[in-house]
């Protein structure tokens, strides 16, 4: 399936619709699989593989369940360290990890203190000692920090948090407020893009589902992109926190949901939501949707943003898609995949594994 722009970007809060087209042009990406981490008894993997990212002439994958980082050389060694603990370069629970803009340092984030964010492992002695702080605070003493991202070029961030507000304290019954949060590079809160409430009582964990997806988001240069329900719809801010645009398909065709994803959604819609995530590529937006992970190859709609909103669509033929994987962009040129990513962290499956596909022809 193949879409286009059917109506002109009215600036300012407008509605951008998109609808089917046989005859829009299509890319092909040729990539192919440069590394497999997963498949050997000595390669270990926890229940969720949060990160991947490529530095340093290696990638690095941050196991949340493990509280670990493995760092898998070029000529497919690796090794794996502990973050966990209180000392320098530690922390507890990891969330996520971002690429500082050396495209050297890496940066852990916990929400245990809140906000904190731990630089390259602190002084570990088998990997280089980073120059930036190696406590980084964003203030977050209310507030608990789920997923952070960071665009180097805007140095900004954004994080997913949850602040709740009591409002019987006998029965313990209040509200919470699931937010989606801008933060300039010094970690100064300078937005709420997106609120989401909802009933608090003690032992009632109820949240969005944007909330624990980091790639319901894609962090650009001039602004976020977000999406914010199962609807084929993406909303654009600016980093004032201004809707300026909403990219919409009212004709989307859903598709229904595999065993795999039925188990990981917990039943509760028979259709998979129209996007599954949107990716931030130097110049264009990547839309990965329900149909893009079924078939022969991965593919994602892309949109060019510039008088008007311009889409096409990007097929990678070397890559298998899956719609119980995980997708992370390394770079334009690499794309890693956690197979099986869905059944792991719902316990269903143990087997999964990550592979990285390179771009052959940038």
Same mark, same amino acid.
Request: proline share 5%; charged share 20%; with cysteine.
């Given at each position: 399936?193949?879409?286009?722009?059917?109506?002109?970007?009215?600036?300012?809060?407008?509605?951008?619709?998109?609808?089917?087209?046989?005859?829009?042009?299509?890319?092909?990406?040729? %990539?192919?699989?440069?590394?497999?981490?997963?498949?050997?008894?000595?390669?270990?993997?926890?229940?969720?593989?949060?990160?991947?990212?490529?530095?340093?002439?290696?990638? =690095?994958?941050?196991?949340?369940?493990?509280?670990?980082?493995? +760092?898998?050389?070029?000529?497919?060694?690796?090794?794996?360290? @502990?973050?966990?603990?209180?000392?320098?370069?530690?922390?507890?629970?990891?969330?996520?990890?971002?690429?500082?803009?050396?495209?050297? !340092?890496?940066?852990?984030?916990?929400?245990?203190?809140?906000?904190?964010?731990?630089?390259?492992?602190?002084?570990?002695?088998?990997?280089?000692?980073? @120059?930036?702080?190696?406590?980084? @605070?964003?203030?977050?003493?209310?507030?608990?920090?789920? !997923?952070?991202?960071?665009?180097?070029?805007?140095?900004? %961030?954004?994080?997913?948090?949850?602040?709740?507000?009591? /409002?019987?304290?006998?029965?313990?019954?209040?509200?919470?407020?699931?937010?989606?949060?801008?933060?300039?590079?010094?970690?100064?809160?300078?937005?709420?893009?997106?609120?989401?409430?909802?009933?608090?009582?003690?032992?009632?964990?109820?949240?969005? !589902?944007?909330?624990?997806?980091?790639?319901? +988001?894609?962090?650009?240069?001039?602004?976020? %992109?977000?999406?914010?329900?199962?609807?084929?719809?993406?909303?654009? =801010?600016?980093? @004032?926190?201004?809707?300026?645009?909403?990219?919409?398909?009212?004709?989307?065709?859903?598709?229904?949901?595999?065993?795999?994803?039925?188990?990981?959604?917990?039943?509760?819609?028979?259709?998979?939501?129209?996007?599954?995530?949107?990716?931030?590529?130097?110049? &264009?937006?990547?839309?990965?949707?329900? !149909?893009?992970?079924?078939? /022969?190859?991965?593919?994602?709609?892309?949109?060019?943003?510039?008088?008007?909103?311009?889409?096409?669509?990007?097929?990678?033929?070397?890559? &298998?898609?899956?719609?119980?994987? &995980? =997708?992370?962009?390394?770079?334009?040129?690499?794309?890693?995949?956690? =197979?099986?990513?869905?059944?792991?962290?719902?316990?269903?499956? /143990?087997?999964?594994?990550? /592979?990285?596909?390179?771009?052959?022809?940038?």
């Amino acid at each position: 399936m193949i879409w286009t722009v059917i109506l002109t970007l009215v600036l300012g809060g407008g509605i951008v619709k998109t609808s089917f087209d046989p005859q829009l042009s299509t890319q092909e990406w040729d %990539f192919a699989s440069v590394m497999v981490y997963g498949d050997d008894e000595d390669e270990v993997l926890g229940k969720n593989v949060a990160n991947v990212v490529a530095t340093n002439g290696s990638y =690095y994958l941050l196991d949340t369940q493990l509280e670990a980082v493995t +760092r898998i050389f070029l000529d497919g060694t690796h090794e794996t360290i @502990s973050i966990s603990g209180e000392g320098p370069g530690e922390c507890t629970k990891p969330m996520n990890m971002i690429q500082w803009p050396d495209e050297f !340092h890496l940066g852990i984030y916990s929400p245990y203190p809140p906000g904190k964010l731990v630089n390259n492992f602190g002084t570990c002695t088998k990997w280089p000692d980073c @120059s930036c702080p190696q406590n980084f @605070s964003f203030g977050l003493d209310n507030s608990l920090g789920r !997923h952070i991202s960071y665009n180097s070029t805007a140095d900004m %961030f954004v994080i997913n948090l949850l602040e709740v507000e009591i /409002e019987n304290l006998e029965a313990e019954r209040g509200v919470s407020y699931y937010r989606m949060s801008l933060f300039d590079g010094g970690g100064k809160r300078i937005a709420d893009v997106y609120e989401e409430a909802m009933l608090y009582m003690p032992g009632l964990a109820r949240f969005p !589902h944007w909330w624990i997806d980091i790639a319901q +988001r894609a962090l650009a240069p001039s602004s976020l %992109f977000f999406i914010p329900d199962d609807s084929y719809t993406i909303n654009q =801010y600016s980093f @004032s926190g201004d809707l300026l645009q909403v990219i919409v398909q009212d004709d989307y065709p859903r598709r229904e949901m595999i065993l795999a994803e039925e188990e990981y959604y917990l039943n509760l819609d028979t259709y998979a939501p129209d996007i599954y995530g949107l990716y931030w590529l130097d110049d &264009r937006l990547l839309v990965l949707n329900s !149909h893009g992970l079924v078939g /022969e190859s991965l593919s994602f709609d892309s949109y060019s943003f510039g008088n008007e909103v311009k889409m096409s669509k990007v097929v990678l033929p070397g890559v &298998r898609p899956s719609p119980t994987a &995980r =997708y992370f962009w390394l770079n334009k040129d690499c794309l890693a995949v956690v =197979y099986g990513a869905m059944q792991a962290s719902v316990g269903t499956s /143990e087997i999964h594994e990550v /592979e990285v596909f390179q771009r052959s022809e940038p």
